[in-house]
């Protein structure tokens, strides 16, 4: 029942052809290691079943891969094995024992999420990498829960990790989109009612990540043009090497 299992999950999950054994027995690495991070025990057990189900390689092979594998803590936590084949079964079944904990991934990716690294200097890379690490998270996620849409605790989060150019300008944009969003009525605003009622209102709104993601996607951009300029863009350069060729005309018929 438990290879049954596995096998279910390895073909859901079978993005990597079975690796073939050489002469002698042995297998390529394909699977990589495992250092005990919570947040990469679903990657590192998708590219090792594909290996525990693979019958050409005998088990003794499997558990020398699985413990030359496992390092830092995990390698603490799966302990020390004599190299026999019927201690492999029991190897992987306690690893498996141990990270196979939903509600300790869950916790790992949250506070992933909440300690964000802060932009220091605003930068177009900078921002990127804010960008790509709130989709890995997110959709590290959703292998465990499901997720509202409007993800409130990461908008927070990414807000308090922002410089202050970047808050100045979110907050400028946020403005707008509050402002928007009053006009086009998201909120049940009556046309007859009192400005003030409607000022109130534009307060209540809480962007949602894709309004905020929508809003550092232009952050990278323009900073990225900012950055191609400083360092020079071709059509500087040109004018640059126009104007160095032209003062040397000038410099020779003189």
């Not at 990657?43 to 499997?62: A, T």
């Not at 300690?115 to 690490?133: G, M, Q, V, Y």
């Not at 989060?157 to 202050?164: C, P, Q, S």
């Amino acid at each position: 029942e438990k290879r049954a299992n596995d096998q279910s999950q390895a073909e859901k999950t079978n993005r990597i052809i079975i690796p073939r054994t050489d002469a002698t027995g042995n297998v390529p690495n394909t699977w990589g290691t495992f250092d005990g991070d919570y947040t990469k025990w679903r990657s590192f057990k998708d590219r090792w079943l594909l290996l525990h189900l693979n019958e050409d390689v005998k088990p003794i092979v499997k558990l020398q891969n699985l413990l030359t594998a496992c390092t830092g803590t995990a390698e603490n936590a799966l302990g020390e094995w004599e190299l026999v084949e019927e201690n492999y079964e029991k190897a992987w079944d306690r690893l498996k024992a141990i990270y196979e904990d939903d509600y300790r991934h869950i916790l790992e990716l949250m506070q992933l999420i909440s300690s964000l690294p802060f932009i220091k200097c605003a930068s177009s890379e900078t921002i990127r990498d804010i960008i790509n690490t709130v989709h890995r998270h997110i959709h590290g996620l959703r292998h465990y829960i499901t997720l509202d849409d409007k993800h409130p605790y990461i908008v927070a989060a990414v807000i308090e990790r922002m410089d202050a150019e970047t808050f100045r300008d979110w907050e400028k944009h946020r403005f707008a989109l509050t402002k928007a969003k009053a006009i086009s009525n998201p909120l049940g605003n009556e046309a007859n009612e009192d400005p003030a009622v409607n000022a109130n209102k534009m307060k209540q709104y809480f962007p949602t990540w894709a309004e905020l993601e929508e809003f550092l996607e232009q952050e990278c951009s323009i900073l990225a043009h900012t950055e191609d300029y400083d360092e020079g863009t071709p059509f500087k350069k040109a004018k640059l090497s126009h104007s160095n060729s032209s003062d040397n005309s000038h410099t020779g018929t003189t």
